[in-house]
């Protein structure tokens, strides 16, 4: 059974970290491509960050720049999402998501393989 499990969110207060991770099972996700993506009340789904099957291109969304960064742990067929400096604006549902061969771009209607979600509140 392909599943993705997300783990790692919570409540944070402005300025602080956190490290969501999205470990894959029956499927080997280390030749995928993966993104993490969000949602906030009332929003649209959005792509935060992705990353391409070869694990050499990243992409991420202009808001995260220099905060948010994507990592594959290949030994756990895993991926991480670390953020570091977060804002109320970053409050939301993240999802990660799978898919092959890489999307053209960095967005959820292009991925097919999808995890149930974490929360991510950041709020003093």
């Known amino acids: 059974q392909v599943q993705l499990v997300e783990s790692g969110g919570g409540l944070v207060q402005p300025g602080g970290s956190l490290s969501l991770s999205c470990v894959a099972s029956?499927?080997?996700?280390?030749?995928?491509?993966v993104g993490w993506f969000r949602q906030a009340p009332g929003r649209e789904r959005e792509g935060v960050s992705c990353l391409n099957s070869g694990s050499d291109r990243t992409y991420y969304t202009d808001s995260v720049k220099g905060r948010f960064t994507i990592s594959r742990d290949f030994a756990k067929n895993a991926v991480h999402l670390r953020m570091n400096d977060l804002k109320p604006e970053d409050t939301g549902t993240y999802y990660c998501?799978?898919?092959?061969?890489?999307?053209?771009?960095?967005?959820?209607?292009?991925?097919?393989?999808w995890g149930q979600g974490t929360q991510v509140t950041v709020s003093s």
């Open positions: 998501a799978a898919a092959v061969p890489t999307p053209d771009a960095c967005r959820p209607n292009l991925y097919d393989t």
């Open positions: 029956g499927f080997t996700m280390n030749w995928w491509a």
